[in-house]
């Protein structure tokens, strides 16, 4: 009998989850059940007094029936009385230890489980189990550090897999952008490229509306840029845009303002607050600069540049495609006015 309900124990500790549970699996039950499974041991309890009840009857209805026996019969009567007094003794013992060495100790030791399951006790709260549960002890120990350090090493590896994930996410997101400035940029001379101008335009021009500020547009065009690559090659053209690049980065006074290379040697440049005035000042200042650094370049006639522009301060309902319009207009204007350049028509293949 002692067998079975160390095998029960066994295989529920073996079967169970010795986490703490995340939810109620209790069942409701009527209150004189529920009064009944909340006693250790009262079944059995109450089974030991009916064995007992059972047997002082047994007792008393047996001495009456021998004190009306004769002389012989009465030893007769008392040997099988004594006989089922030694059985009946031997069982009730058997059902003692059974509750006293067994059941009871595994279930204080089934509660200490669950509170340890929950965090409400520490393992070493095992130690204070009695009777039979204690040779169950040692493997239920073992146990539950091993589940432990199991959870502790899932638990280390989800963060590592997170880490690694976040890590990945934000490489892909840094490749990304690396990607996105690429798409945006023009590969020689480093300014954004035309498509980006088309994005960024009409933001810009919403923004001046709403601010009351001038949105300037500034057009750049290179003069005898084809003669140059004719000449001394095109290794010294893309230098001479490279060094124009610069020197257009130059004139660019805060983060709002933008360069971008508009086609071939053609510029552009965005100013977030710049009247036309002022336009026309960095005109002739980006030309004074570029005739100075086309002296390094050994061919007649040098390089230089022709500008143009134009500002929304005068009227808040031109679009970007008219803002260009009106900037290419005065660049062609300025084109054929200055000296000793060629003319519109003739720009880009001078």
């Not at 390094?296 to 500002?311: E, H, K, L, M, Q």
Request: net charge positive.
């Amino acid at each position: 009998m002692a067998q079975k309900p160390r095998g029960k124990l066994i295989d529920s500790l073996v079967e169970m989850d010795l986490d703490p549970p995340t939810r109620s699996t209790h069942k409701p039950q009527n209150p004189a059940q529920e009064w009944l499974n909340s006693k250790p041991g009262i079944r059995q309890i109450l089974i030991v007094l009916l064995v007992l009840a059972a047997f002082a009857t047994a007792v008393g209805a047996s001495s009456l029936v021998i004190s009306a026996l004769p002389g012989d019969a009465v030893l007769t009567a008392s040997a099988f009385w004594l006989v089922g007094l030694m059985t009946a003794l031997i069982a009730v013992g058997t059902v003692a230890r059974e509750y006293l060495y067994w059941r009871l100790p595994l279930r204080r030791l089934s509660d200490t489980v669950a509170e340890i399951r929950v965090g409400k006790a520490p393992i070493a709260d095992l130690d204070k189990a009695t009777g039979g549960a204690r040779r169950l002890t040692p493997a239920i120990r073992d146990l539950l550090i091993d589940r432990r350090e199991l959870r502790r090493q899932m638990e280390i590896a989800s963060d590592e897999s997170r880490r690694k994930v976040a890590s990945t996410v934000d490489n892909f997101e840094r490749q990304m952008g690396v990607l996105k400035l690429k798409a945006s940029r023009d590969g020689l001379t480093g300014l954004f490229n035309r498509r980006t101008l088309d994005e960024v335009l009409p933001s810009l021009l919403e923004r001046a509306r709403q601010t009351g500020h001038d949105a300037g547009l500034l057009m750049v065009d290179v003069d005898y840029f084809k003669t140059l690559n004719d000449t001394l090659g095109h290794s010294q053209g893309d230098e001479f845009l490279r060094q124009l690049s610069q020197i257009i980065k130059s004139v660019l006074r805060s983060p709002n303002d933008m360069a971008f290379r508009y086609g071939g040697d053609e510029f552009a440049l965005l100013f977030h607050d710049m009247n036309e005035e002022q336009l026309c000042d960095t005109g002739l200042r980006l030309q004074q600069m570029v005739d100075a650094a086309s002296r390094a370049f050994n061919v007649d006639p040098r390089p230089g540049i022709s500008t143009g522009g134009a500002s929304i301060g005068f009227t808040g309902s031109i679009d970007p495609a008219e803002l260009l319009k009106r900037a290419d207009a005065v660049l062609y204007e300025a084109k054929h006015n200055r000296p000793g350049r060629p003319g519109r028509n003739n720009r880009s293949a001078a």
